[in-house]
């Protein structure tokens, strides 16, 4: 890295500022959707058809208020948090206490686990939500909340057990050895060493699934039908349909469903990096 940085330094006028430019023009086609956005939320409807990209006239939360009652947002809200705080803190146990098994016990059968894990990479949910709808209609938890968290862990697993193998790989096995003859069980040496080492890498794994969750739609979409039971983005497009043109609702709901994933990462961005650089990555 330091290498590059300095070959970047050394590179002719020209290309550090053909790469400034670039760099710069990609910020502003990033970030301006999010300012239109957001300032497009405090104008009413006609506003918005008359001036699309002016600034408001007078701002008013007036858009606030009615999507949030009528589209039940708080309702919604408070699912989204349900449904991707339990699927997050389920994975992370799970992808831990796979990973911990995977790699550190003495069994052979570690690598096909590993290769398990990994095809489960390739599966993707539009292949599987019809057999998976018919499944939990048998079962009897549509409309209930298990029935979404449980598939959010499911898909999660296999991206999330893959990232904690690469990291407690790297734990040195005496550790544990040392451990063990000082007479400590699985279950100990999991919650005491491999917990504590792995701080880095669960930081990495609560955001990424934190996010995942939180954008998932069609789960919720298709194993929900009260609306007590919608989360945020599916409770976000009953103000996009054919029947709806207040423009002002649709930015406003838009707002209140990606501010709270603005704000997490603007807390938690530093782990995220310090957990890719240092976690994941590890070997």
């Known amino acids: 890295m330091t290498e590059e940085i300095s ?3 050394r590179a002719p006028p020209s290309w550090r500022i053909a790469a400034y430019t670039l760099m710069a023009v990609f910020a502003i086609l990033t970030i301006f959707p999010l300012i239109w956005l957001l300032y497009s939320s405090f104008k009413p409807h006609a506003e ?21 009652d009528m589209g039940s947002l708080g309702t919604a809200l408070m699912n989204s948090f349900v449904y991707t705080s339990i699927a997050t803190i389920g994975t992370l146990f799970l992808a831990l206490a796979a ?20 095809a489960g990479l390739m599966v993707t949910v539009h292949a ?6 018919l499944a939990e209609v048998k079962v009897g938890i549509i409309n209930r909340r298990i029935g979404v968290i449980l598939p959010y862990i499911a898909f999660d697993l296999p991206m999330s057990v893959m990232i904690a193998i690469s990291y407690i790989r790297g734990i040195p096995d005496a550790l544990i050895e040392s451990a063990e003859i000082d007479g400590a069980k699985y279950r100990y040496v999991f919650w005491y060493m491999i917990v504590p080492l792995s701080t880095p890498v669960i930081a ?31 409770a976000i497009t009953l103000f996009a349909g054919r029947n709806n043109t207040e423009y002002g609702l649709q ?21 995220l990096i310090k957990g890719f650089g240092e976690g994941s990555l590890k070997e």
């Open 128 to 133: 599987i939500i019809v057999p998976l709808f």
């Open 204 to 234: 990495t794994m609560v955001i990424l699934s934190f996010l995942r969750h939180w954008n998932e739609f069609l789960f919720v979409f298709v194993f929900t039908t009260k609306t007590a039971m919608k989360s945020l983005p599916v």
């Open 251 to 271: 930015y406003a709901s838009l707002v209140i469903g990606i501010l709270p994933m603005i704000i997490f990462y603007f807390f938690f961005h530093n782990q």
């Open 99 to 118: 990973a911990f098994g995977i790699t550190k016990f003495p069994f052979k059968s570690g690598a096909f686990f590993t290769a398990a894990f990994a």
């Open 48 to 68: 918005i058809v008359m001036s699309p990209l002016g600034l408001p006239r007078s701002p008013s939360l007036n858009n606030y208020f009615r999507a949030w």
């Open 7 to 9: 070959r970047l330094r």
